[in-house]
């Protein structure tokens, strides 16, 4: 596959996972949607990684790591089922799109790196504005009454995202990207099932073909091919091309989800998510900006 095929790859499943959440728990439940299309995930990585004859590394690093992924993809994963009952698919993508300003700063903390900022700050601050926009009473227009519910969950999901990445980096272990997925998701997909089955544990009579068809997508697509593109793109990108991906992604969602699921885009809907774009990029490229702007004010005339 191409560079750019990937790279367009990455987008187009990343923009379509969040309405394929809400539309793999339709009739069936979110919790079987979410166990059922983690078990074709794992199943698919088990099968790629038998016919490339790679055994899983069962190295105490990489067991560690397989843990710490394993516990991040159920604690994010359910989060973000569980809040699809009461957002939008598109508030979803623009919501979890603070995953790297949520993980940025708990590596400052725990990793001692130096994340925190002026720039960064600014980034963080127009987050919390936009989500503020959106979501609080009288801002949550075209949301649903429940709104401050699905943005809490989503919230909670991109803790557990960003804490789970900290820890894979502090563990340090040079594992290759499929094995980690499939380590995390043997480790996930027990949680998820049993999860399912305490808290519902009904098998669903009816499977809509739509709901069957976002589990098979989301368990192949979503849990391994977009991994693997990702990492792809990732090897062979400079880190500012595929830092876009987060920022292009919401902006597809939102559209999706209004013209697929009808969901409502209200001028403030529109303008909380800009907000909230607007502090992501401020992350990713506001110290560049300010640094490039200095050096400019420094140099002789």
Known sequence: MTLPAAY?????????????????????GFLFGAAARMVIGVLACVLVLALLRRPLSLAPGALRTYVAGGLGIWGAMSCVYWAAQFIPSGLISVVFGLSPIATGAMAALWLGERALTPARLLGIGAGIAGLG??????GAAGTGDQAALGVAGVLLSVLFHGASSVWVKRIGAQVPALHTTTGALLVAVPLFVGTWYIADGR??????PHALGAILYLGLAGSVLGFVLYYHVLRHLAASRVALIPLITPVLALALGHQLNGEPLSPRVLAGSAL???GLAFWQWGDAVTGALRRRRSAPT
């Open 276 to 278: 909230i774009l607007s």
């Open 133 to 138: 926009i959106v979501f609080l009473p009288g």
């Open 8 to 28: 367009l790859g990455v987008i187009l499943i990343w923009a379509t996972t969040p309405l394929a959440i809400k539309w793999s728990g339709d009739g069936v």
């Open 203 to 208: 098998w669903p009579e009816v499977v809509p």
